[in-house]
T-cell receptor, first 109, second 112 residues
Framework: KNEVEQSPQNLTAQEGEFITINCSYS?????LHWLQQHPGGGIVSLFM???GKKKHGRLIATINIQEKHSSLHITASHPRDSAVYIC???????????FGTGTRLKVLA | NAGVTQTPKFQVLKTGQSMTLQCAQD?????MSWYRQDPGMGLRLIHY???????DQGEVPNGYNVSRSTTEDFPLRLLSAAPSQTSVYFC???????????FGPGTRLTVL
């Protein structure tokens, strides 16, 4: 069992839909990251969370430390949101990030 | 401010050849790391560094060497390339462990 699990692996949505991507982890962490990988391959960091909730534009990320679970929400999805979304755990006391396998999102116009 | 740069973008090697993938950052970050990304798998840590002169192994270090002589540069050396090293390689940097990581554009390596 991977230490960081994401679901779903693939997701197709219609433009305007509300999207949720889930991430569960089994290690103690200092932070949980959400990354976006564009179709061209570049990776950018979206959020870094250690508690609670963060919002940036149409993106919302939440984390429940007790349940070891995080979610990434996209409101009013748009075709330009099509990308792979990756969850990464920064385990406490180490420098070794652990990555989920990613959720491939396709938003149709 | 260029961020994290990687060269080359693409490379084809024959089995047994050696090469160095270059990575540089201009943000004065202490933490740098190398990852490989393979289909169906998450990014996997190869080697990392917490400062100049300090490196350590990650999850998949075999066949790779690193050094960190300056804060800015963190090259990854393939000593004797093997087809199993065909992958996309990303370099990343951050202020510290757990902080937001900034990724380079990646190097797509094919070993024949």
């Amino acid at each position: 069992k991977n230490e960081v699990e994401q679901s779903p692996q693939n997701l197709t949505a219609q433009e305007g839909e509300f999207i949720t991507i889930n991430c569960s982890y089994s290690v103690g962490i200092s932070a949980l990251h959400w990354l976006q990988q564009h179709p061209g391959g570049g990776i950018v960091s979206l959020f870094m969370l250690s508690s609670g909730k963060k919002k940036h534009g149409r993106l919302i990320a939440t984390i429940n430390i007790q349940e070891k679970h995080s979610s990434l929400h996209i409101t009013a999805s748009h075709p330009r949101d099509s990308a792979v979304y990756i969850c990464a755990a920064a385990p406490s006391g180490t420098y070794k990030y652990i990555f989920g396998t990613g959720t491939r999102l396709k938003v149709l116009a | 401010n260029a961020g994290v740069t990687q060269t080359p973008k693409f490379q084809v090697l024959k089995t047994g050849q050696s090469m160095t993938l270059q990575c540089a950052q201009d943000m004065n970050h202490e933490y740098m790391s190398w990852y490989r990304q393979d289909p169906g798998m998450g990014l996997r840590l190869i080697h990392y560094s917490v400062g100049a002169g300090i490196t350590d192994q990650g999850e998949v270090p075999n066949g790779y060497n690193v050094s960190r002589s300056t804060t800015e540069d963190f090259p990854l050396r393939l000593l004797s390339a093997a087809p199993s090293q065909t992958s996309v390689y990303f370099c990343a940097s951050s202020w510290n462990s757990g902080d937001t990581q900034y990724f380079g554009p990646g190097t797509r390596l094919t070993v024949l």
